[in-house]
């Protein structure tokens, strides 16, 4: 009937050369063998199943128990924790951590974009434990007594108390109702109960993503000012903590996770860094998230073009391959050429997280965490809106994925700090860090002279930064070409060539459609090439 066979069967990881690039030249080719396993696994009939089972059954809260005593429990599907113990197993939530070794940053990243691939809402409670770990490390007791239960291999959901428990998870809770990305006009009250930065916590919380996490880095008004708080669900008597879930929030998309709204009557928290130091305890945290904002838009745009490059390969209209035709050629190679730019641009950023230490690398990572983290999650919208049109109808019907990836693109965008937030935060660091915009230029040079266009475009951004005039205004406009430069550069010295030659000239010299749509290109011979270095083979 003119149907595509089913995407199954296929290794996600050997059907993707720009990941494979990448993983070598950040320096992470030792952890193959691990990333090579999940791609295998994420191509399986059985892992496919449970991402569509955990997102058809999503998540219920159970606040009282049939006695009428609180729980605050929310039940999952089995298909979500058999996510999450792939999950956890293979070290998704503390690979580097666990093996702090050159490039452990980089091939979590790449494992975390493959096993992303399959379901998109569990990474949520992987990515927060990932990502709280060095923030927990500004209290060294704090991360010696919680470290090395955060980076064990054991999924082991249930509350207990930590010291009974194989393996935790952590969340993180910021975002309160009146304040929202303004955390510092937050309300929820910390009031010092003793020695040792013990606390108890009063107020609310407007979003707080996997509730069933063992532990919580809180932001609260202690005396001193905003303050992080680690707030445990169950205390070390076996005692539930005051963490009270008031109600699921009823979401876009996401919807094997649970997200919700929570209120603290007195909880027990402790506190994390400096009292009055809140906001840059979490940022530490923060960072490490918007890396896996940039993680998760590139997994649904790979995810998205696999899917289109394959079902385009099999189906035949007027008389030829979907594949074959020229104005799809145009569409496919165009989103092809995007999500390239994207992995690469992804396993870069990882990478400067493996080299931090050194200091280029630091303000390099800075910056372009938050540029990549604005340009990647709004180009994933569009990317899998359109490849969900190559569909044609199929594309719009449930069973084939792409809904649920259209569902889930604008997240990345919006948490851990909206898409203006973002850009912002890119003026930020530019004016408070001067030596991040030195980095960041640093790293772009590295392929001047390898296109007259290209450096003609990092000469117009550098004036475009110079006036200080209205920049606050121009941000997402200045952010994003610093986006699309840093990606050209990139894949000049490491990009397919032909790649690299398509990218130059639709998104640096503009020779695209007026509104960014997809199949705009120019014409072009041999883009063929592109579509079949990112079509899966079954
Ligand atoms: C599914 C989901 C799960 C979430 N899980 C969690 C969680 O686990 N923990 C947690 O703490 N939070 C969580 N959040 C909250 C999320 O981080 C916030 O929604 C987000 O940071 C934006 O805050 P807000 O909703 O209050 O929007 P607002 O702060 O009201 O922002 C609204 C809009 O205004 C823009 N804006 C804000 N300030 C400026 C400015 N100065 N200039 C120009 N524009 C501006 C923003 O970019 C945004 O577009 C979750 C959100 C969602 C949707």
Same mark, same amino acid.
């Given at each position: 009937m003119n149907q595509p066979p089913p995407? *199954? =069967?296929?290794n996600l990881f050997e059907s993707d050369a720009a990941l494979r690039e990448s993983l070598e030249r950040e320096g992470a080719s030792w952890a193959h063998d691990l990333v090579h396993e999940l791609g295998r696994l994420a191509g399986t009939e059985q892992a496919i199943e449970w991402g569509f089972q955990a997102n058809a059954n999503p998540p219920r809260l159970r606040t009282h128990d049939r006695f009428g005593e609180r729980i605050d429990e929310v039940e999952f599907h089995p298909a979500w924790h058999e996510l999450m113990k792939v999950a956890v197993g293979h070290g998704l939530h503390a690979l580097p951590w666990r093996e702090p070794r050159p490039g452990a940053h980089a091939a979590r990243a790449a494992a975390f974009y493959i096993w992303s691939? *399959?379901?998109?809402?569990?990474?949520c409670p992987v990515s927060m434990t990932y990502a709280a770990v060095p923030a927990l490390r500004q209290s060294p007791e704090l991360a010696a007594e919680w470290e090395p239960l955060m980076t064990t291999l054991e999924y082991d959901p249930g509350l207990q108390p930590h010291a009974a428990k194989k393996g935790v998870l952590f969340g993180m809770a910021m975002t309160e109702r009146q304040g929202g990305s303004d955390v510092? !006009? %937050?309300?929820t009250r910390a009031e010092p109960t003793g020695a040792n930065g013990e606390h108890r916590l009063t107020g609310h919380k407007w979003f707080c993503s #996997?509730?069933?996490? =063992?532990?919580f880095l809180v932001l609260a008004q202690a005396p001193g000012g905003l303050s992080c708080f680690l707030l445990p669900r169950v205390l070390p008597d076996g005692t539930r903590n #005051? /963490?009270?879930? =008031?109600r699921l929030k009823d979401k876009l998309?996401?919807? #094997?996770n649970a997200s919700s709204e929570i209120t603290f009557d007195g909880a027990w928290a402790v506190l994390v +860094?400096?009292?009055?130091?809140g906001v840059r305890t979490i940022m530490e945290m923060v960072n490490h998230t918007r890396l896996d904002c940039v993680i998760g838009s590139a997994s649904l745009m790979r995810q998205a073009v696999a899917q289109a490059t394959h079902h385009t390969a099999h189906r035949t209209a007027f008389g030829k391959l979907l594949t074959d035709q020229p104005l799809m050629v145009n569409v496919l190679a165009d989103l092809a050429i995007e999500s390239e730019a994207t992995t690469i641009l992804m396993m870069r950023i990882a990478g400067a997280f493996d080299r931090a230490a050194d200091p280029a690398e630091a303000h390099f990572r800075r910056i372009a965490v938050a540029i990549a983290k604005f340009w990647t999650c709004k180009r994933a919208i569009a990317v899998v809106a359109e490849a969900l049109e190559c569909h044609g109808g199929n594309g719009y019907v449930e069973e084939s994925i792409l809904p649920r990836l259209y569902r889930e693109a604008p997240l990345n965008s919006i948490w851990e700090g909206a898409g203006n937030v973002n850009a912002l935060d890119v003026l930020r660091a530019m004016q408070r860090e001067p030596d991040t915009v030195s980095s960041y230029f640093g790293e772009v040079e590295l392929?001047? +002279? #390898?296109d007259k266009t290209f450096d003609h475009a990092i000469d117009d951004l550098k004036r475009e930064l110079?006036? !200080?005039?209205g920049l606050e205004s121009r941000a997402r406009r200045v952010v994003e070409r610093m986006a699309i430069v840093l990606q050209a550069s990139l894949l000049l010295r490491h990009g397919e060539q032909k790649v690299a030659d398509v990218f130059l000239s639709s998104r640096? *010299? %503009? =020779?695209?459609?007026q509104t960014f749509? /997809?199949?705009?290109?120019?014409f072009e011979k041999e883009l063929k090439s592109v579509i079949e270095r990112h079509r899966p083979r079954l």
């Open positions: 995407l *199954v =069967d296929y691939q *399959v379901e998109g809402g569990h990474g510092r !006009s %937050n309300t #996997a509730p069933m996490c =063992d532990a #005051a /963490f009270h879930i =008031d998309g996401n919807q #094997a +860094g400096e009292e009055g130091r392929a001047r +002279g #390898a110079t006036p !200080s005039d640096l *010299v %503009n =020779d695209w459609g749509t /997809f199949g705009t290109l120019k």
